[in-house]
């Protein structure tokens, strides 16, 4: 079956509209000639006159008369498929977006996130999940539709990113713990007892790296999977918790924070989502969001 001209619709469409050869023809910016060309040919594809002789005009064929409005409807489908997006009517738009955040997001940023979004799309719906792991195949498949975290070896290289801000990690311990008001150093700080950070429970990581630099080791009593088990933990016992600053800050209220007494390397916190969606306006106006709600104070 030979694959019809589709350019042959717009040519119908103006040739039903105007009813005449010449008007079609100046309306497409055809030769008359080239216009009587085109009719043929679609009189020929159609297997119907479609526009005949009357007198001094000519007059649509039943046929044509029944292809009028639906030729009319596929041009217009056509075009509206074919032109650029527009920016979309956020104040009654429906739709659902699901992020996969990493642990202290929600807690920290979501608030402020679901306030910008009530306010300018009420319609939206946002859906967190936790990420447990830097598999990038949500993303690839469509369950999710944003991440937040670090960048790792686990993640797609085909993804999109954008830094969204950058954290460093701190001490937090109970008020009235011993090492509130004092001078921290690196000795009094590893002498402490500490919660160590882990999902998969080895507790060393670049605090205790910084440490080993300094010739010093801390003591680890116990390991959690978290950032916010572990202030809920220092918050109850006399543990020192080290934890991501901008990951935690609502957690640690009426908690004593304090600067790190050695440099440990900074985090970069970063957006991601797959290519397939980086034109689309909503998505768009949603990371721009994000982006606003996660900027550094």
């Keep these: 079956m030979s694959r019809p001209d589709f350019n042959l619709l717009l040519t119908l469409d103006v040739l039903l509209a105007e009813g005449n050869v010449a008007r079609a023809a100046e309306r497409l910016r055809l030769s008359p000639s080239a216009m009587s060309r085109a009719l043929a040919r679609l009189r020929e594809t159609t297997g119907d006159p479609l526009l005949v002789r009357a007198g001094r005009g000519l007059v649509p064929t039943p046929r044509a008369l029944e292809l009028r409005e639906k030729?009319?409807?596929l041009v217009q489908d056509v075009e509206a498929a074919l032109r650029p997006v527009e920016a979309p009517n956020l104040a009654t738009l429906e739709?659902?977006?699901t992020l996969r955040t990493g642990e202290g997001f929600v807690e920290n940023f979501g608030p402020s996130l679901l306030a910008r979004v009530?306010?300018?799309a009420p319609g939206i719906r946002l859906g967190f999940v936790p990420k447990l792991d830097r598999d990038s195949n949500a993303l690839r498949d469509g369950t999710v539709d944003l991440e937040t975290g670090v960048l790792g070896s686990g993640?797609?290289?085909?993804?999109?990113?954008q830094a969204l801000f950058r954290d460093r990690f701190i001490g937090v311990v109970r008020a009235g713990h011993p090492l509130c008001g004092e001078?921290?150093?690196p000795s009094s700080f590893a002498a402490g007892r500490h919660i160590?950070?882990?999902?998969r429970g080895v507790p060393h990581g670049p605090v205790d790296d910084a440490l080993a630099a300094l010739g010093l080791q801390r003591k680890v009593v116990t390991t959690v999977g978290g950032f916010s088990t572990a202030v809920a933990l220092a918050r109850v016992s006399g543990l020192i918790a080290s934890v991501p600053e901008r990951h935690t800050g609502n957690l640690r209220d009426g908690m004593y924070s304090f600067a790190l007494p050695f440099a440990v390397g900074e985090i970069t916190v970063s957006?991601?989502?797959h290519p397939r969606l980086h034109r689309d306006p909503v998505h768009r106006w949603l990371r721009g969001v994000i982006q606003d709600v996660c900027a550094p104070p």
Aim: proline share 4%; aromatic share 8%; hydrophobic share 45%.
């Design 155 to 161: 993640m797609g290289p085909e993804l999109r990113v």
């Design 118 to 120: 009530a306010q300018a």
């Design 95 to 97: 739709r659902s977006f």
């Design 271 to 273: 957006l991601l989502w």
């Design 196 to 199: 160590g950070l882990s999902r």
């Design 183 to 185: 001078e921290i150093t």
């Design 71 to 73: 030729v009319s409807e």
